[in-house]
């Protein structure tokens, strides 16, 4: 009686094998992809708050200080800090962009009256390339109301 394994049996296991392994390559790709993404995500979220400190929506007294053009990261910390960035930083924050615009802006007073005085603002954050296809963006929408005079 002879002992060992057949070739089919070896090819068998060698399948099951190269599956698993497979497997677990994809999925230590997609997890370095999501790490990846997660970074950017959270430079996003850092850039929104320079924006909120440089542009304090709370403190908008009139609808002309809704709108604000799309600023770099670097000169929004420019305009909170005396402290210079680091390289590391100035490395962090390239190609990202601030800008707050308000999207009823236009409205008739009828309009904005229908919906209690509020005024609808969008904060988007963008970066990547856009010239070419490769660009990110992250946005939220808040309300602002006019205060009565």
């Known amino acids: 009686m002879r002992r060992g394994f057949t070739l089919l049996e070896v090819l068998l296991a060698a399948v099951i094998l190269g599956l698993g392994l497979a497997g677990i390559l994809v999925s230590m790709s997609q997890s370095q992809k999501m ?11 850092e850039v929104m708050d320079l924006g909120e400190m440089a542009y304090p929506l709370a403190e908008a007294k009139d609808t002309d200080e809704l709108d604000i053009r799309e600023t770099k990261a670097t000169e929004l910390w420019d305009m909170i ?44 954050v ?24």
């Open 126 to 149: 963008r970066w990547g390339d856009r010239f070419r296809g490769h660009g990110e963006s992250e946005s939220y929408v808040t309300f602002w109301r006019k205060e009565e005079q």
């Open 35 to 45: 790490m990846v993404y997660s970074t950017y995500y959270e430079t996003a979220q």
């Open 81 to 124: 800090s005396d402290e210079r960035l680091s390289t590391a930083q100035e490395e962090k924050f390239h190609g990202y962009t601030w800008e707050r615009e308000c999207l009823n802006l236009h409205d008739s007073d009828e309009d904005i009256q229908r919906i209690g005085g509020l005024y609808v603002v969008r904060v988007t």
